[in-house]
């Protein structure tokens, strides 16, 4: 099974620019579909974007999408989150999740946490002036 360390978060300012990285062990993340999920204070978790294992297709929450772009990079077993022109309502605890489930992410987004078996620790992002 895999395991996921989630990093890359910090403070930037509104309109600046951050990357996260959800790096994987104990199993090639190529076969797991990827999402990104965030949790702001007082807040439920919400999916933010996702990737499918078998042909790369992605998905945006409304709200960022155009601004923010997932990928993989199956060598160094390793997610990515590239988040551009950040908002202050961009702030959050920031989660990467994978699953074996290659049918996830395929013909539309799948942003429920019960979908997902395998998580990283949260890193927060800040966006503040």
């Known amino acids: 099974e895999v395991q996921l360390q989630a990093s890359g978060g910090g403070l930037a300012q509104p309109g600046g620019s951050l990357r996260l990285s959800c790096a994987a062990s104990g199993s090639p993340l190529e076969n797991y579909v990827v999402t990104w999920f965030r949790q702001a204070p007082g807040k439920g978790r919400e999916g933010v974007s996702c990737?499918?294992?078998?042909?790369?297709?992605?998905y945006y929450e409304n709200s960022v999408k155009g601004r923010f772009t997932i990928s993989r990079d199956n060598a160094k077993n390793t997610a990515y989150l590239q988040m551009n022109s950040l908002k202050p309502e961009d702030t959050a605890v920031y989660y990467c999740?994978?699953?074996?489930?290659?049918?996830?992410?395929?013909?539309?987004?799948?942003?429920?946490?019960?979908?997902?078996?395998?998580w990283g620790q949260g890193t927060l992002v800040t966006v503040s002036s």
């Open positions: 999740a994978a699953e074996d489930q290659s049918t996830l992410c395929k013909v539309e987004a799948d942003f429920e946490t019960y979908q997902y078996d395998y």
């Open positions: 990737i499918n294992s078998i042909d790369n297709i992605t």
